[in-house]
């Protein structure tokens, strides 16, 4: 059972453009939502994360948005830039961002120069 | 502190041995967590540590697979009997109580 899923596994953007990436959740219980940025051979990275009590979060070029009701999450990157191409992961938790977390499976992010 | 550090970062080793991987927290996080991730998936939880004391074990983690932190800093995870379904990458994170994870670049191993 995939609690949490991203149905694009790659996407394919000019640099300077929009970078939409989606997540999709079925537990309503879930509390926390994050994202995580990987490269190939390194840990995830986290990007930025958003609690249920908001609809949106941003930091710098990074902006999340939660829509509850749809059991929805997004992440929008402008301007996107070559060294956002990686795997971006959404994860969800209840109880924090310390809790165990329930990943995505992943979108193949690539930023053309 | 360089982070969250594990070792080793590649293990190839035949079916039916033993392997033990190896995580150090950064120093001042009281919580660890193993993670599992095969190809095409993401992370997939197995088990969280508070100090030395384990709190939560995924059903993923089977009778072959245990985890320990003797003195509450590093952890290990050894897995007895490899199977090749057991081949995936190993992440370990650590956290302290009121802020969220640092992954480690984790293990890679292969079961051949």
């Known amino acids: 059972d995939q609690q949490v899923k991203q149905n694009s596994p790659s996407l394919s953007v000019q640099e300077g453009r929009i970078s939409i990436l989606n997540c999709d959740y079925t537990?309503?219980?879930?509390?926390?939502f994050l994202w995580y940025k990987k490269y190939p051979a390194e840990g995830p990275t986290f990007l930025i994360s958003?609690?249920?009590?908001?609809d949106k979060n941003e930091d710098g070029r990074f902006t999340v948005f939660l829509n509850k009701s749809a059991k929805h999450l997004s992440l929008h990157i402008v301007p996107s830039q070559p060294g956002d191409s990686a795997v971006y992961f959404c994860?969800?938790?209840?109880?924090?961002?310390?809790?165990?977390?329930?990943f995505g499976t992943g979108t193949l992010l690539a930023v053309q120069p | 502190d360089t982070g969250v550090s594990q070792d080793p970062r590649h293990k190839i080793t035949k079916r039916g041995q033993n392997v033990t991987f190896r995580c150090d927290p950064i120093?001042?996080?009281?919580?660890l967590y193993w993670y599992r991730q095969t190809l095409g998936q993401g992370p997939e939880f197995l088990t969280y540590?508070?100090?030395?004391?384990?709190?939560?074990k995924s059903r993923l983690l089977s009778d072959r697979f245990s985890a320990e932190r003797p003195k509450g800093s590093f952890s290990t995870l050894e897995i007895q009997r490899t199977e090749q379904g057991d081949s995936a990458m190993y992440l370990c994170?650590?956290?302290?109580?009121?802020?969220?994870?640092?992954f480690g670049s984790g293990t890679r191993l292969t079961v051949v």
């Open positions: 994170a650590s956290s302290p109580d009121d802020d969220g994870y640092t």
């Open positions: 537990n309503s219980m879930f509390d926390y």
């Open positions: 958003i609690s249920s009590i908001k």
């Open positions: 994860a969800a938790s209840y109880g924090g961002a310390t809790n165990k977390l329930i």
């Open positions: 120093s001042e996080h009281n919580r």
């Open positions: 540590f508070q100090n030395e004391a384990q709190l939560e």
